[in-house]
């Protein structure tokens, strides 16, 4: 059916049976949080009647409202913010930072500089008008331990020194465009404990982006006082076409309110333009969407291993995001790799994906991404800055049977070069 190299899929049905054990914990995660959100829709009463779109204002929106009730039961949060119109992770992170945030404050990253896209929001290093520091809000981190965690041991000294209040301490859960671990929920649990001990008055927050299910908790089971992230990544299901979420603490959800809308009106204006249908739909799904991604990345995982390419994590490790590393080495190789996914996708198939200077970026990146919503971080897609040593960064898959059709395309274009 597919013209792919023999070794190729004999190298896969080899993979497979690698991935068995790993894929059975994967479904005991999946059931469990499907379970958490079906529960969320029968105790949120939802019905046919929330779907109904709103115009203008969007005043008595019920359907924005329960929408919200849904995430909130889901991520175990007193309150949500969830609307089509938060035009991405970056976009939400920030709205909940400026929310948060007031002139004179600090933040403090312990899991290291974070993604790419924050870079400006923050204002590191670079003047970048209507940043952060710009509005006198400084920026600190700590790089992670040589153990490949926070570092416990500087956070412990940085917050103990009481001559230094961090408003906001910022976890990143995901890897981004480095190797180092994802934050689990072990890792999760212990740095916010050690965050309330020494600094209670923080507020934590979390980029959750890329993590939303892949364990059976999230943060803010641990005392995270916000999450935030993106609807065309894990909880949009592939099926909600944009959007972003803010959860946590009710009077912090409000005041990101205030900073998306206007000081006094926060959550009581937003049409939803017909969208609803699609956003309960997708958050309904994530559950199942985000076991078939990590099934994606998984075998991904096993057959890159063995055709003898260093990855990360390895097939049989613990996840905390749908990220999957592939170190290739050249940029020959991840050029071949990423044409190899596009190929292997539903949509543009045809297309053969060249580098380009993305906005938020320091070198040209590379994306390939045959998907249904263009951007869709839960479809299956590939990306990375073309830059030594030449990582690859995959995520995604709808349904593992066909994002396995992407892998292995990949590879095939990967033994022809």
Partial sequence: MFDIDNKIWLTSQEAIKLCKESFDKISDITEYNQQKMLKAFIDSKVSESHFAGSTGYGYGDRGREVLDCIYAKAFETEDALVRHNLLSGTHAISTALFGVLRPGDKILSITGLPYDTMIDVIGINKASSGSLKEFGIEFEYINFSE?????????????????????????????GYTVRKSISSSVMKKSIDMVKKLS?????????CYGEFVEKNEPTKFGADLIVGSLIKNPGGGIAPCGGYIAGRKDLVEQCAYRLTAPGIGKEIGATLGLGRELFMGAF????VVGEALKTAIFASALFELLGYEVSPRY?????????SIRLGSSKALLAFCRGIQMGSPIDSMVSPEPWDMPGYDSQVIMAAGTFTLGSSIELSADAPLKEPYNVWLQGGINFHSAKIGLLKAADNLIKI
């Fill in 147 to 175: 153990n490949n965690e926070p570092d416990y041991i500087a956070i412990n000294s940085r917050l103990s020194n009481k001559a230094n209040f961090y408003k906001v301490i910022y976890i990143q859960r995901s890897r």
């Fill in 200 to 208: 209670p008055k923080s507020i934590i927050l979390v980029d959750n």
């Fill in 285 to 288: 799904n994530a559950p199942h």
């Fill in 316 to 324: 049989c490790e613990s996840r905390a995001d749908i990220v999957q």
